[in-house]
């Protein structure tokens, strides 16, 4: 079974098209709760597009399922993980205008600074996962600096898919994940899933979590967000709360 983290980015993003709070981040998230959602992620960016510092504070607040938080550890970033102590915190290689996150960490080049980034944040309680390529030997020296998970950066999946020569780069994955599984890192899962490619993504064994924003917000506009949730979580296998 692979828990759901709903990516509250892009309701925030609405949200800030006006100046009177709606849609609700808030809201939203407790609809994804009601709806059977394992986990609720955010990605505070640095220019504060989507979610600001104050909905991650006030979510921390309300939230009885996983809270996984995203983001390049700069100084700023660390002071909310530092406030919060979420579950989960998902370092991510951006930079600071990054349209969205398009790569995984280079760990040759950032392993030595992230290494004792890791170990703070993991003796504050929170478990540290790595955004990541699907390269086996990147995926050893996420072990080596004490990551307990990797997430698996799945665009190039999601291309594939799209366009109809998925075998190859899914086999690739596959690898991915099962040398994480043998190292002992647990393998999470994100970027451009939707409800036509999750199916076989997560046929790989042993994918702990996927975290998806775009193309469940985008379907809930045709379904609303409770139904767009449960969709999701139909094609993941998981059990379905009766509300
Ligand atoms: N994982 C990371 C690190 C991301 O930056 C994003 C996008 O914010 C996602 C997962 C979710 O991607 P999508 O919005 O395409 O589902």
């Known amino acids: 079974m692979t828990n759901l983290s709903v ?38 960016r640095p220019d504060q597009r989507h979610i600001k510092p104050e909905d991650v504070y006030e979510l921390a607040q309300i939230l ?26 998902t370092l991510v290689p951006d930079a600071p ?3 969205t996150s398009d790569h995984g960490w280079d760990l040759a080049a950032n392993g030595s600074w992230l290494r004792p980034i ?34 698996l950066y799945t665009e190039p999946y999601a291309t594939a898919f799209r366009n109809g020569d998925v075998e190859p780069v899914f086999q690739q994955y596959q690898k991915a994940a099962q040398k994480a599984q043998e190292i002992g890192l647990g393998v999470n899962a994100g970027h451009d899933l939707n409800l036509q490619n999750l199916e ?23 379904v609303g967000l409770f139904n767009a949730v449960q969709e999701y979580l139909r094609v993941l296998g998981g059990s379905i709360p009766n509300v």
Do not use: Y
């Open 97 to 99: 205008d990054a349209f």
């Open 64 to 89: 009885s399922v996983e809270f996984n938080i995203e983001g390049n550890p700069s100084p700023q970033f660390l002071e909310i993980i530092r406030e919060v102590k979420p579950t989960q915190c």
């Open 200 to 222: 076989k993504f997560c046929s790989i064994p042993g994918i702990l979590e996927v975290s998806i924003g775009h193309a469940l917000i985008a379907d809930a506009l045709d």
């Open 7 to 44: 990516n509250l980015n892009k309701v925030a993003l609405l949200r800030n098209s006006r100046n009177f709070g709606i849609p609700s981040v808030i809201e939203a998230a407790s609809t994804c709760i009601q709806a059977g959602a394992q986990g609720i992620t955010v990605h505070p």
């Open 118 to 151: 890791i170990q703070e944040l993991k003796d504050l309680g929170v478990r540290v996962s790595l955004f990541m390529d699907a390269d086996l030997i990147q995926i050893e020296r996420a072990k080596e600096i004490g990551a307990d998970r990797i997430e």
